[in-house]
C-alpha cells in the first residue's frame, strides 16, 4: 500500500504548493483523494510524480471546500471515465474499493468524509481538514478496525492523548498544531508535504 502525497501546503523541491490537501491512495486500484485548490497545480504535480490520471479509478472528495475540490473540474477533463464520491455519498462507513473505506459523512454544518486504508499494520486514517474533529474521526474509524496511522490535515485538533496509541502520525495541510504534535510525538510523528510517499 502507497500513500503519494500530491497537494500540500509545502511541497519538495520541483513541485508546486497550495493551499489545500490532495494524495494518492495505491492499493489493487488507485484513488485519489481531494484536489487541492488549483487543477493547474494537480495536474503538474501528478505528471511530477509520474501518476497519470487516466490511470486513477475513483476520485473520493472529503469535503465541500475550494482548498480540496479545486483541481476537480480539470482533473475530470483528463479522466472522465472514474467515479466520484462526494462527502454525501456515504452516511455511513461504506467500502470504496478492496482495502479502501469512507468513515461516511460526519460533522454538523460542514458534512466530511474521512478515508480508512486496510493495511498489514493496521488501519491507515486520511482526513481532508477533520472539520468534524479528529477525536471523532478516529472514534468512529474504530469501528473498522485497529487504527495504526493517521494522516492529513488535522485543523484546530488539539485533543492530542487521543493520538497516544497511534504509531503513524503524519499531520499536514490545515493542521494548526503541528509543532506541539511533533514535541508529543517524537518517535511517531512523520513530516510530509506533497511529493512524501508513505508505504505500508
Ligand atoms: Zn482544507
Ligand atoms: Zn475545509
Known amino acids: 500500500m502507497k500513500i503519494t502525497i500530491v497537494y500540500d501546503n509545502e511541497a519538495d523541491a520541483g513541485l508546486k504548493s497550495g493551499w489545500g490537501f490532495s494524495c494518492s491512495i495505491e492499493t489493487e486500484e488507485r484513488i485519489l483523494f481531494d484536489t487541492g485548490d488549483s487543477g493547474e497545480k494537480l495536474i503538474y504535480n501528478l505528471k511530477q510524480l509520474n501518476i497519470q490520471p487516466e490511470s486513477i479509478a475513483a476520485v473520493v472528495i472529503s469535503h465541500n471546500h475550494w482548498d480540496h475540490t479545486g483541481g476537480l473540474k480539470e482533473f475530470l477533463k483528463l479522466n472522465n471515465n472514474c467515479e466520484v464520491f462526494h462527502p454525501k455519498s456515504f452516511s455511513k462507513p461504506t467500502e470504496i474499493s478492496p482495502a479502501v473505506y469512507s468513515t461516511g459523512a460526519l460533522g454538523g454544518l460542514i458534512k466530511e468524509q474521512s478515508l480508512v ?18 477525536e471523532n474521526i478516529i472514534k468512529k474509524s474504530k469501528e473498522l478496525g485497529k487504527i495504526y496511522g493517521v494522516l492529513g490535515g488535522f485543523h484546530g485538533f488539539s485533543q492530542l492523548e487521543k493520538l497516544q496509541k497511534i504509531e503513524l502520525i503524519a499531520p499536514c495541510h490545515c493542521t494548526q498544531y503541528k509543532q506541539e504534535i511533533k514535541e508529543t510525538y517524537p518517535a511517531q510523528f512523520r513530516e510530509i508535504k506533497a511529493g512524501s510517499i508513505i508505504e505500508i
Open 117 to 134: 486504508v486496510k493495511t498489514e499494520k493496521g488501519n491507515l486514517v486520511i482526513t481532508g481538514c477533520a472539520h468534524p474533529g479528529l
